[in-house]
């Protein structure tokens, strides 16, 4: 009931941006018109660029699959990646894509369960790093140009918040399995099965610390791909394409996919739209109608492969599809057993990684 009232509210919050941003009838007509008039040999490099950064993430992935001994080929990693994008896409409020590739991997791998468990949970892992790295790097040097409104500041602030956050979490987790902590935790913790599972996961991958600093460094290309994709939306537009650059694309993008991952709205369709009109707006003089159709051009290279990871979800095997419930209840059940199986077989001055 919760997850459906919560996909109920954030149709309601994706409808409702979208009627605001499309209210005036002009604007609609020059939206119309300029994406009639998009360059389409732009619109498929950013379909590549995303190609592109599908490869890095594969890549990275193998690397975290193979420190626990996990050989699949590289075509059933590219099934199972392209499919948990479809799941993130068009199942919103069910199962998450990390879920989906959790599960359909336990089927590939039924005999190394943890394995499929902690190489997703890593992969997450280095991947919010790397994003942290990527953009403090940009915001350092673009500092000045990101707050020249009070608007643009104000979402560069949402960013660093988040940024803190997520970085206080994994930090403040890594503290507690360094310190030993995370086994003493009480069974009735918020929580207690993920921190056990993250805590397992960086006593693994400390010790193979220099595959894991590859995959780590995978996840930079992986941000600049998602963001000149955006930039490749924008370029097909006349309108905006002698307004915004590369770097200014790399300096504003973040913001946006990251603000736009909360679960507010289906997606972060109609959230991306309200922020790109902002920044583009603000800082590069982009006007809204232009700012909205670059954003839904951007967004649509990646309904683009959600839509091929529909396809190959619908001759994958070698499991018939299980519902998203028992999908679910299987993942949950598993980060509860390697969990438990830690907390019983972790001696306490065993809990340290590996520096």
Not at 218 to 223: A, D, F, G, I, R
Request: with cysteine; glycine share 8%.
């Amino acid at each position: 009931m919760k997850k459906t009232l919560l996909t109920l509210l954030q149709i309601a919050i994706t409808l409702g941006i979208l009627a605001y941003l499309l209210r005036n009838p002009k604007q609609n007509h020059d939206m119309f018109e300029a994406l009639k008039h998009a360059d389409k040999l732009w619109i498929l490099a950013g379909i590549g660029m995303m190609a592109v950064l599908q490869g890095f993430a594969i890549v990275r992935w193998n690397i975290l699959l193979r420190v626990q001994g996990v050989n699949l080929p590289w075509l059933r990693l590219g099934s199972l990646v392209l499919i948990g994008m479809f799941f993130n896409l068009f199942m919103p409020g069910a199962v998450g894509g990390d879920v989906v590739r959790i599960f359909y991997l336990l089927k590939e791998v039924p005999r190394k369960k943890t394995a499929a468990l902690l190489a997703v949970l890593m992969d997450r892992v280095v991947g919010m790093l790397g994003l942290i790295l990527f953009a403090g790097i940009v915001i350092t040097l673009r500092y000045r140009w990101l707050t020249q409104t009070k608007v643009t500041s104000g979402l560069l602030f949402t960013l660093i918040a988040i940024f803190l956050a997520s970085f206080a979490g994994i930090a403040g987790s890594f503290a507690l399995t360094r310190c030993g902590l995370v086994d003493k935790l009480p069974h009735k913790f918020p929580m207690r099965d993920k921190l056990l599972d993250l805590a397992t996961a960086y006593n693994l991958y400390g010790r193979a610390w220099r595959p894991t600093l590859a995959a780590f460094l995978l996840s930079l290309p992986v941000h600049f791909c998602s963001y000149t994709q955006f930039f490749c939306a924008a370029r097909s537009l006349p309108e905006a394409a002698s307004k915004a650059s590369l770097f200014d694309f790399v300096a504003i993008m973040p913001i946006v996919n990251t603000i736009a991952c909360a679960p507010v709205s289906i997606s972060g369709a109609g959230v991306r739209e309200g922020l790109m009109t902002s920044l583009l707006g603000n800082l590069c003089g982009i006007p809204q109608s232009i700012a909205v159709v670059a954003s839904l051009i951007g967004f649509s290279m990646i309904v683009f492969w959600g839509m091929v990871g529909g396809v190959v979800y619908a001759f994958y095997r070698p499991s018939d599809h299980a519902r998203l419930g028992a999908i679910e209840t299987e993942v949950a059940a598993l980060e509860h057993e390697v969990a438990e199986t830690r907390e019983a077989s972790v001696e306490p001055e065993a809990s340290q990684p590996v520096p």
